[in-house]
């Protein structure tokens, strides 16, 4: 029953904490995006389109639908900001700034695609370097923050932080293994005594003595080199956490980033997805399949392994029985995708393979627990399709028209049904940014 209790305490925690992360994020995200948009031309489109992903991730940030994130909680009580904000950005503002639910457009893709976006066009494609860079600074930044916000939140808790309770545990245990190495000492020391009394009574047994002695001090060197094992181990350990927790507490921020090529033609980018749940994830997918802002073929091998409606959440992701819109790339396309803050270069993931056809470069087996296009493959190959005329030739012979509709229309199904788990009103469109691209 206590238990019980302190799991549902702990969970509340952990929600509360993830409200608050979103909010700051959400803030911070949006607040870099204006600073941005006045040193790049051009880029207001980005600005709104940003706020209105991030809102609509504030409505369903709740699975439940109680606890709503409206645009007057991610900027606080200063009225002149949002104010100036919402004269510049109306839209956004306008669709969510009310309680009441009123039926609204899809944003057709995650947040933070904005942002790749935004650094694409300030910095030209061709400078790789610097865009990677400048993406790999923010997200450093949000992680940094996000911990010391964790840190902070723990103590106004006023409960145990986390990280000091698995600490306390460590300790004990090391206190008591001290402990029963100061009892083997005591042991050793009682041994040495009483072979020193032996020694004094038998002169003559004393060489096997000192054997014995030689033995006893060794024992204690294994000792002594198993303590600094402990806190050795101690240490690593904690390293590895706090690695951990700056991975995990992201919300909004992709972690890859895809950089592809073809030809002659410029650098084209993409992310992976920054969604805040799998059914966030689920909707902003088919979003971006049937909005029209992914490439065709990319749409159709996407919707491809998209889940069925009788699908069940553990289930192995399949492909569909009557069509088959996955391709593979042609040797010609370049596609290499990096983790944005560790900089290394990812293996493509299973998802990808089946997707695309790219070929993995290491051994790795292991499947995505995220849905199919979720991958920053997915939204860079997009964009170079977009760029470069080039035929692509889907794998089966199962793609007509016809399925193709039936594909759409199941994703369709879904993605609404998805939309009723989450208590989001549709309007059947997908929100267009303001001020269209230059
Ligand atoms: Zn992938």
């Not at 001290?178 to 005594?193: A, G, I």
């Not at 890859?256 to 059914?279: A, D």
């Not at 992914?294 to 192995?316: C, F, I, S």
């Not at 760029?387 to 993605?415: C, F, G, M, W």
Request: hydrophobic share 30%.
């Amino acid at each position: 029953m206590k238990k019980n209790k302190e799991r549902k305490r702990q969970g509340t925690d952990e929600y509360l904490l993830k409200y608050e992360l979103f909010k700051s994020n959400a803030f911070v995200l949006i607040n870099k995006m204006i600073q941005l948009c006045n040193k790049t031309h051009g880029s207001q489109h980005l600005v709104d389109e940003i706020c209105y992903s991030i809102f609509f991730f504030g409505q369903i940030f709740d699975p439940n639908g109680n606890l709503n994130i409206y645009p007057k909680d991610i900027f606080g009580d200063d009225q002149t900001f949002i104010e100036k904000l919402s004269s510049k950005y109306n839209k956004p503002f306008e669709y969510f700034h009310s309680q009441t639910s009123t039926e609204r457009p899809l944003p057709r893709r995650s947040p933070f695609s904005c942002v790749l976006d935004m650094f694409v066009l300030q910095n030209g494609p061709e400078d790789e370097i610097q865009i990677r860079k400048s993406l790999e600074d923010l997200v450093n930044e949000l992680k940094d923050m996000n911990l010391n916000l964790e840190k902070k939140f723990l103590d106004f808790k006023k409960g145990e932080p986390e990280e000091n309770k698995q600490c306390l545990e460590f300790k004990k245990d090391l206190d008591k293994k001290k402990q029963d190495l100061d009892e083997k000492k005591k042991d050793l020391d009682e041994k040495n005594k009483d072979l020193d009394e032996k020694k004094q009574d038998m002169e003559v047994t004393k060489n096997k003595l000192d054997v014995k002695n030689e033995n006893l001090n060794f024992e204690k060197e294994c000792l002594d080199l198993e303590k600094k094992n402990l806190r050795l181990e101690k240490e690593i350990w904690k390293k590895k956490d706090l690695d951990l927790r700056r991975e995990k507490k992201l919300e909004l921020v992709s972690t890859v980033i895809c950089v592809s090529k073809y030809k002659n033609s410029e650098k084209h980018y993409g992310v992976s997805m920054s969604t805040t749940s799998l059914n966030a994830g689920r909707i902003v997918i088919a979003a971006s399949c049937l909005s029209g802002y992914w490439n065709k073929y990319v749409a159709d091998a996407v919707m491809t392994y998209y889940p069925e409606q009788n699908q069940k959440k553990n289930e192995k992701k399949k492909k569909k029985d009557y069509f088959d819109g996955t391709f593979k790339l042609p040797e010609s396309i370049s596609c290499k995708a990096y983790h944005i803050t560790k900089r290394t270069e990812m293996n493509p993931c299973i998802s990808c393979r089946n997707l695309f056809g790219l070929k993995e470069w290491e051994n790795n087996l292991k499947e995505w627990e995220n849905n199919y296009g979720n991958c920053a493959e997915a939204e860079c190959l997009s964009n170079l399709l977009l760029d470069v005329s080039l035929e692509i030739k889907p794998e089966q012979h199962t793609y007509n028209p016809e399925d193709r509709e039936n594909a759409r229309a199941s994703v369709e199904t879904v993605l609404k049904n998805t939309l009723k788990t989450v208590h989001f009103k549709w309007n059947g469109e997908y929100y267009p940014p303001q001020t269209q691209r230059p």
